[in-house]
């Protein structure tokens, strides 16, 4: 971060129920001390409901505040950065959530000590951000099998089994979820497929990468159309992303762009999701806004 003679105005915006191990209200004084030995004057700002953390990055972004700290997992993110967006605040990360995808793919540490050395130490970059619709995303937006698990996956089990809860939750669906049709426009070409997921960075979980093209900084998704129709295809996909193997089926289209539309039949029931949160359904159409967020990265090695 660039030093400064004077205070840096620092929002502390942090999840109480987020994650597992120590509760943040205990974890608080080390924070508030280690961010002001460095030199910033910190506000903390609990949230209380889904949604308020977006509304107190607003209402920061709007006061002046250089900076915002999103400490939790990658709801929590990804509400501050809705807040966040478009203005001049940038956020700061403290991991604190279940899988913590964001900050695996960036390189900053899940301990606590090592996240706030990384954050005072950091570098602040402007990234692009997906959306769909107008709803935006950090990391990823999905349509289909994976939009499913999300909503019928419940928050208890998702906290006790991680990552690990997902991919459990994926297989057990394979049964019953129908394979609806997508029809994926890119500019003149269409794709019929049955599954969606468009990256703005590679990792769909702490060790798997669906989308491995992705890159941070640049305004482009990196997306992957299924286009198999029954659960042998769809175990064999993730087997493959399990695997790291997956981009070699034949009935997986692979593409970059910065714009994309999903329609589907009239009536079908498609879910969507959001950096892992239940988002609506499809039809939508998802696209990229370069520079969108100021973020702080870990600073680059020399």
Known sequence: MPETSESMRVALIYNPRSGRGHAKDELLPQVLTRLKDAGMEVTPRPTERMGHATQIAREVAEAGFEMAIAWGGDGTLNEVASGLRDSSTAMGILPGGTVNVFAREVGIPLKLSGALDTLVGGRIVRIPMGFAGKRPFLLMAGVGLDGEVVYRLKSGFKDALGAFAFWLDGFRLLASYPMHPLRVRVGEKEIVGTGLIAGNIRRYGPRYTVTP???????????????????????????????HFHLKFSDIEHFKTDALSVSVDEGARVPLQLDGEPSGCAPVEIRVQDKALAVVLPAREE
């Not at 093209?213 to 029954?230: H, I, M, S, T, Y």
């Open 213 to 243: 093209d992705a890159k941070l900084e640049e305004p482009k998704l990196d997306v992957v159309v299924f286009k198999g129709k029954n659960r042998r295809d769809y175990l064999r996909y993730l087997l493959g992303i399990l695997g």
